[in-house]
């Protein structure tokens, strides 16, 4: 049998998320705007971590141009931030995985869910 989370140690989780990306993670970018773009990866994730976003979403909401906007997902790989989990195609966005720096992050999966 399994539990389900109350709203309020979900919002737990996202919080010790939330704060684990601040703390860890945001020092070894140092660029506000891949900052920015961290966050606005969070806000779309789901409690396991996966999110997909286009890049012109990210672009649009961190002020910058859909090739910034990709150049800065490619930093964020680089500094081992999210991995790219599957390509999209076409109208498609690229689904996306959060790499956990604290073990905040509820992997106990390690397929992507099912759309």
């Known amino acids: 049998m399994t539990t ?3 709203p309020k140690q979900k919002a ?5 998320q939330i704060n684990s990306l601040v703390d860890v993670v945001s020092p070894k970018l140092g660029d506000p705007t891949l900052v920015a773009a961290l966050l606005v990866c969070w806000r779309h994730a789901d409690e396991r971590g996966y999110f997909e976003l286009s890049h012109g979403r990210i ?5 910058t141009t859909r090739r910034h906007a990709i150049r800065l997902i490619r930093k964020l790989e680089t500094v081992q931030a999210i991995k790219t989990v599957s390509v999209g195609s076409g109208v498609k966005s690229n689904r996306y995985r959060f790499l956990d720096p604290d073990g905040v992050i509820d992997q106990k999966s390690t397929n992507p869910p099912k759309e």
Request: glycine share 8%; charged share 30%.
């Open 4 to 6: 389900s989370k109350t």
């Open 12 to 16: 737990h989780k996202r919080f010790q």
């Open 59 to 63: 672009a649009k909401t961190v002020g």
